[in-house]
């Protein structure tokens, strides 16, 4: 039997594609578009191994998906694949419709008519694992009760619109037609690999290059870190053991202010690499992003107790490991951060310089 990951070569996709072939050596089909965020550098160790099919392609081709799912008698599809990243969703939504929701639809609607004609054991094995996003449940107040599975949907950036969008057609897929599937939302994931348009990696590559941290308007929101590895050993769980139509939500119990997460980066470089110290000087504070989340945290409950998954990993070691892989793999990062990823920042970040003089309010 086989698995069907995609988005296979982005940031979590990547690292659960090396984390399953750790304690699995069932075959992986891996079906990656190779957007910006997707980077084959990432699976490179995996090079010749026969276990590991890598096929570029969109999620939105159906025949493609249909022909996979046949050819490799595929038993469980892993779907990553996403526009990820909320700032690009501010710039431009297109895409994020265009991937998130129609493609999450033409894969379900692949899966559907591959499943249907399934043999029935087979049939009722068969899992679509969804790979969602805490930030579908809108944003929380200081001292409001973390998100449970049953808090209500509130999307806020057009990127949570749309994995809200596709949590509700695999939803619907289902209850009308029973394909088994699987939900999670995650809170915001860090580690290897991690493109650095996201905060963490942005950070360290910033203030390792001696430019500055910029820090959304006051630095107080607050996000709950969990390490890349802790996610992957979740879903492999929810996988093996989640109960099909059911949803669970994974999180390190690790809330963090903006603010936080960058002194930790600054004090851990400030050790690991010091001829930039204090890195602390770095940090600017630049314009809030529009409709920016203030809090998400994640009540971890249900996959605790019903499957038995808790984090190995504490925000320090977790960090830790993070910001001494980015100082090791200098190549990785010079060939992720060539000319698209300069358009980016410069388009992004351009206007936004110089910086404020201190956080909103502070004088
Ligand atoms: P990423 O942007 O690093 O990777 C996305 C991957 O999907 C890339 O390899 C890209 O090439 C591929 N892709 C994009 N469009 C495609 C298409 N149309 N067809 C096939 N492949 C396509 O994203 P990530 O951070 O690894 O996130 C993976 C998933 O996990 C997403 O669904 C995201 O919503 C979810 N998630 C992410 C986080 C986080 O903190 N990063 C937290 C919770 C949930
Ligand atoms: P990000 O990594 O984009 O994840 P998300 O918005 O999906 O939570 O951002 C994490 C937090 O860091 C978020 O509150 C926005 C903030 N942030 C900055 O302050 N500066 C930056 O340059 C970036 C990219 C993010």
Same mark, same amino acid.
């Given at each position: 039997m086989t698995i069907l990951v995609t988005g296979g070569a982005g940031f979590i996709g990547a690292n659960f594609v090396l984390d399953w072939f750790q304690h699995h050596d069932e075959p992986v089909v891996n079906l990656d578009? *190779?957007?910006?965020?997707?980077?084959l550098q990432n699976l490179?160790?995996?090079?010749?191994?026969?276990r590991h099919i890598f096929v570029r392609g969109d999620i939105n081709d159906r025949p493609l998906v249909e022909r996979l799912l046949s050819a490799h008698e595929v038993r469980a599809i892993v779907h990553f694949a996403a526009e990820s990243h909320v700032d690009r969703s501010i710039h431009g939504p297109e895409e994020f419709i265009t991937t998130n929701v129609n493609g999450t639809f033409h894969l379900l609607e692949a899966a559907r008519a591959y499943w249907s004609d399934l043999p029935e054991k087979r049939r009722a094995a068969f899992r679509f694992l969804h790979v969602s996003t805490d930030e579908v449940y809108g944003s929380l107040e200081l001292g409001e009760a973390p998100f449970r599975e049953t808090t209500c949907f509130a999307p806020n950036s057009p990127y949570a619109a749309s994995k809200a969008a596709s949590d509700h057609l695999v939803r619907a897929w289902h209850h009308t037609?029973? *394909?088994?599937v699987l939900i999670t939302h995650c809170s915001n994931n860090y580690g290897p690999?991690?493109?650095?348009?996201?905060?963490i990696p942005l950070m360290i590559l910033n203030a390792r290059a001696g430019k500055p941290l910029p820090i959304y308007g006051d630095g107080r929101n607050i996000r709950d870190w969990l390490y890349v590895s802790d996610h992957c050993a979740a879903l492999r769980r929810v996988l093996e053991a989640g109960r099909p139509g059911e949803t669970y939500n994974i999180g390190g119990c690790n809330e963090k202010t903006n603010l936080e997460v960058v002194q930790a980066i600054c004090a851990l470089l400030d050790r690991?690499?010091?001829?930039?110290?204090?890195?602390?000087?770095l940090i600017t504070f630049v314009e809030d992003r529009p409709g920016h989340d203030r809090r998400y945290a994640i009540d971890a409950g249900r996959i605790q107790r019903e499957l038995g998954w808790t984090p190995q990993e504490s925000f320090a070691t977790g960090l830790e490991k993070t910001v001494r892989w980015y100082l090791a793999h200098d190549d990785w990062v010079q060939s992720v951060t060539s000319g698209a990823y300069r358009d980016w920042i410069e388009r992004h970040y351009g206007a936004s310089f110089p910086p404020q003089s201190g956080p909103p309010g502070v004088a």
């Amino acid at each position: 039997m086989t698995i069907l990951v995609t988005g296979g070569a982005g940031f979590i996709g990547a690292n659960f594609v090396l984390d399953w072939f750790q304690h699995h050596d069932e075959p992986v089909v891996n079906l990656d578009k *190779l957007t910006y965020a997707g980077n084959l550098q990432n699976l490179a160790s995996l090079e010749g191994d026969a276990r590991h099919i890598f096929v570029r392609g969109d999620i939105n081709d159906r025949p493609l998906v249909e022909r996979l799912l046949s050819a490799h008698e595929v038993r469980a599809i892993v779907h990553f694949a996403a526009e990820s990243h909320v700032d690009r969703s501010i710039h431009g939504p297109e895409e994020f419709i265009t991937t998130n929701v129609n493609g999450t639809f033409h894969l379900l609607e692949a899966a559907r008519a591959y499943w249907s004609d399934l043999p029935e054991k087979r049939r009722a094995a068969f899992r679509f694992l969804h790979v969602s996003t805490d930030e579908v449940y809108g944003s929380l107040e200081l001292g409001e009760a973390p998100f449970r599975e049953t808090t209500c949907f509130a999307p806020n950036s057009p990127y949570a619109a749309s994995k809200a969008a596709s949590d509700h057609l695999v939803r619907a897929w289902h209850h009308t037609y029973g *394909l088994p599937v699987l939900i999670t939302h995650c809170s915001n994931n860090y580690g290897p690999y991690q493109f650095p348009e996201k905060f963490i990696p942005l950070m360290i590559l910033n203030a390792r290059a001696g430019k500055p941290l910029p820090i959304y308007g006051d630095g107080r929101n607050i996000r709950d870190w969990l390490y890349v590895s802790d996610h992957c050993a979740a879903l492999r769980r929810v996988l093996e053991a989640g109960r099909p139509g059911e949803t669970y939500n994974i999180g390190g119990c690790n809330e963090k202010t903006n603010l936080e997460v960058v002194q930790a980066i600054c004090a851990l470089l400030d050790r690991l690499a010091p001829e930039g110290a204090p890195h602390s000087r770095l940090i600017t504070f630049v314009e809030d992003r529009p409709g920016h989340d203030r809090r998400y945290a994640i009540d971890a409950g249900r996959i605790q107790r019903e499957l038995g998954w808790t984090p190995q990993e504490s925000f320090a070691t977790g960090l830790e490991k993070t910001v001494r892989w980015y100082l090791a793999h200098d190549d990785w990062v010079q060939s992720v951060t060539s000319g698209a990823y300069r358009d980016w920042i410069e388009r992004h970040y351009g206007a936004s310089f110089p910086p404020q003089s201190g956080p909103p309010g502070v004088a």
